[in-house]
């Protein structure tokens, strides 16, 4: 579990987080969505001890990050994964990791097989395409076998294999119990993989619950109608108080309405529909209706 409490960082005038508290629970994926710049790889950090809060605290099962005596065996995360020895091989990365943590090297080896980089295991860590250095900087998350994981865009630059493997994975640690945190911008990918949401903007926490019920709240489905008779299917509609646009393509979409109402409305003046169909809401279209309509939580706000 992951306890933020009234969590604050300043940089000079420059507030990236600001009287952040929620708590991550585990068993599930959360994810952490967030505009640019809206403090979330700022809050993973102060999570990690790599940077210090202004104000506020972060408890990573019950305790300070610093006061976790081999660190690696409580929490493991993947922030850079350019921050590796370029001159080492993945193997003897790895190795040099645990040996910090008092980490047996069997397990070295077991988190190569777990993240498939076995066959490349003696080869120079620097000379690793994007989707391996991902992966390295994986096994390193792994290698103490943490409760707790916190991921800053995993899938960033994978191929589409690469974000499947990550997402299945990040879906397997959850079932197991562990606590997993994976911030990241696409909303496709984080519909298919987290369970629960943490939503901040400008350093604030916007919202704190699970997809479905944000999809809900911030998105409305639509019933897409294909006719030969837009504009007496559309009278039909608003004659109900059923809002309807057209679509690009010509269809209308009606919005806050059952298919079979739509269907009963047209059938009910004899009026010929070809196609109907339910669009459900998306992920992406709720972040954007939460974060894109509030101006002040776009990229390059967080200065006052
Ligand atoms: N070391 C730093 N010094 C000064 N300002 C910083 C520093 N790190 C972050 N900031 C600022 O803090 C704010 C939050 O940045 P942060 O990188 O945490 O956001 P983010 O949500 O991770 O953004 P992105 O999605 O773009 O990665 C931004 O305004 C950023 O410019």
Not at 24 to 51: C, E, I, Q, Y
Not at 219 to 226: E, I, L, P, T
């Amino acid at each position: 579990m992951i306890d933020v409490r009234n969590l604050t960082k300043r940089y000079g005038g420059t507030v990236a987080v600001d009287g952040l508290s929620f708590t991550v629970r585990p068993g599930r994926v959360t994810g952490f969505l967030g505009p640019n710049g809206a403090g979330k790889s700022t809050t993973m950090r102060m999570m990690l001890g790599l940077d210090r809060p202004t104000a506020g605290r972060v408890l990573i099962g019950g305790r300070r990050y610093r006061d976790l005596a081999e660190p690696l065996r409580h929490v493991g995360a993947l922030l850079d994964p350019g921050a590796v020895h370029g001159g080492r091989s993945a193997y003897r990365h790895l190795l040099w990791l645990a040996r910090a943590n008092r980490i047996p090297e069997a397990r070295v080896r077991r988190v190569l097989e777990l993240t498939g980089l076995e066959d490349v295991a003696s080869r120079r860590a620097g000379g690793f395409s994007l989707g391996m250095a991902q992966r390295l900087g994986i096994a390193a998350a792994l290698l103490g076998d943490p409760p707790v994981l916190l991921f800053d865009e995993p899938a960033n630059g994978l191929d589409p294999e690469g974000v499947l493997w990550i997402r299945n994975l990040m879906r397997d640690l959850a079932a197991q119990g562990r606590t997993v945190l994976v911030s990241s911008h696409l909303m496709g990918e984080t519909a298919v993989t987290a369970d629960h949401l943490i939503v901040i903007g400008r350093g604030r926490l916007l919202a704190d619950t699970t997809v479905r019920e944000f999809v809900a709240a911030h998105a409305r489905s639509r019933v897409r109608v294909r006719t030969p008779e837009p504009e007496r299917v559309r009278d039909a509609l608003a004659a109900a108080g059923i809002p309807v646009r057209q679509a690009a393509d010509g269809a209308l979409e009606a919005h806050g309405a059952e298919a079979v109402k739509v269907g009963e409305l047209a059938a009910a003046r004899g009026l010929a529909v070809h196609e109907i169909s339910t669009e459900s809401a998306s992920l992406e279209e709720a972040f954007l209706r939460l974060t894109g309509q509030a101006a002040e939580y776009r990229a390059g706000g967080a200065s006052r």
